[in-house]
């Protein structure tokens, strides 16, 4: 079983930022990819951010790209979430997620575990 905990989330203004992290725990977490999604009220979760075994391929969902940054540590089995530039629109529940297989992906239907979600709040 692997077990994630996220942390970081808050409330921010407009342009602002803020850093997620997730603690990874249960298996060798060098071995995977991770990723990053979230969820808002009524909607199904969305892919955001994902990164290699080795974080040295990463993946953005085109909303995110060229203000969200994830990059991960496998030493002490974290990633993170770098997000700038916020915008009202990226409120949400932020959730770190594993996949089942070892391989980058952005369906959210290929993540089976699951952190408990931080949430993210971008004022206008």
């Known amino acids: 079983q692997v077990q994630l905990v996220e942390s970081g989330g808050g409330l921010v203004q407009t342009g602002g930022s803020l850093r997620l992290s997730c603690v990874a725990s249960?298996?060798?977490?060098?071995?995977?990819?991770m990723g990053w999604l979230r969820q808002t009220p009524g909607k199904e979760r969305e892919f955001v951010a994902s990164?290699?075994?080795?974080?040295?391929?990463?993946d953005y969902a085109d909303s995110v790209k060229g203000r969200f940054t994830i990059d991960r540590n496998n030493a002490v089995s974290t990633v993170s979430l770098q997000m700038n530039s916020l915008k009202p629109e990226d409120t949400a529940l932020y959730f770190c997620?594993?996949?089942?297989?070892?391989?980058?992906?952005?369906?959210?239907?290929?993540?089976?575990?699951w952190g408990q979600g931080t949430q993210v709040t971008v004022s206008s």
């Open positions: 997620a594993a996949p089942r297989t070892t391989y980058m992906t952005t369906n959210p239907n290929d993540y089976i575990y």
């Open positions: 249960g298996r060798t977490f060098s071995n995977y990819a």
């Open positions: 990164i290699n075994w080795s974080g040295t391929s990463t």
